[in-house]
């Protein structure tokens, strides 16, 4: 199976989070196909500061944990949200994380073994260190011409690795 891929252009906060929430949709669709899955789906996020990761998770976080209220984990690390249905959205913020061992003291790979949705911000850090991500979401200021067309405008990429629908 190839990787397959989504680009859509938003053009306003609230809708980079409906992109968020539509992908959270197929999260929930995955979950439940695979009521054994005892380990978390992978999303390695990627995108300058400012960008509106967090926007995107808090969309997410919409649909999979609905009463929860989204901070961005930027000095916790990680931010957990229980999901109404089953498992954890974990969110995590790897900016400082400079090496391996650093991954190892937040207890990183506990996380991943457990059942629902790793988040990882700034996955960019800690590439080299990750399991294939399911999920590799890249969010981008639009430019016109080498200059921002709308400050708001986003180019959100999606690659879903090995294309699970």
């Known amino acids: 199976m190839s990787d397959h891929l989504i680009t859509q252009t938003t053009h306003s906060v609230q809708q980079t989070e409906a992109c968020g929430a539509a992908l959270a949709h197929r999260w929930i669709r995955e979950l439940r196909q695979h009521p054994q899955k005892n380990d978390c789906i992978i999303v390695a ?9 967090t ?6 976080v919409s649909v999979l944990a ?6 961005s984990p930027t000095y916790t690390i990680v931010n957990e949200y229980p ?6 959205l974990f969110h995590f913020d790897m900016y ?7 991954l190892d003291s937040i207890g990183f790979w506990d996380y991943l ?3 629902g949705i790793a988040v990882i911000e700034w996955s960019e850090h800690v590439m ?12 981008k200021k639009k430019l016109d011409n080498d200059t921002f067309a709308n ?13 699970q629908s």
Do not use: H, W
């Open 55 to 60: 926007a995107f998770v808090r969309g997410a």
């Open 113 to 115: 073994s457990q059942r």
């Open 151 to 163: 400050e708001n405008e986003r180019e959100i990429t999606v690659t879903i690795a090995g294309d």
């Open 66 to 71: 609905p009463q929860a209220r989204v901070t």
């Open 83 to 88: 999901m109404e249905d089953d498992g954890t």
């Open 128 to 139: 080299p260190y990750l399991p294939k991500p399911d999920y590799m979401v890249n969010i």
């Open 96 to 102: 400082r994380i400079e090496q391996p061992d650093d």
């Open 45 to 53: 996020m990627c995108g300058d500061l400012g960008v509106g990761k």
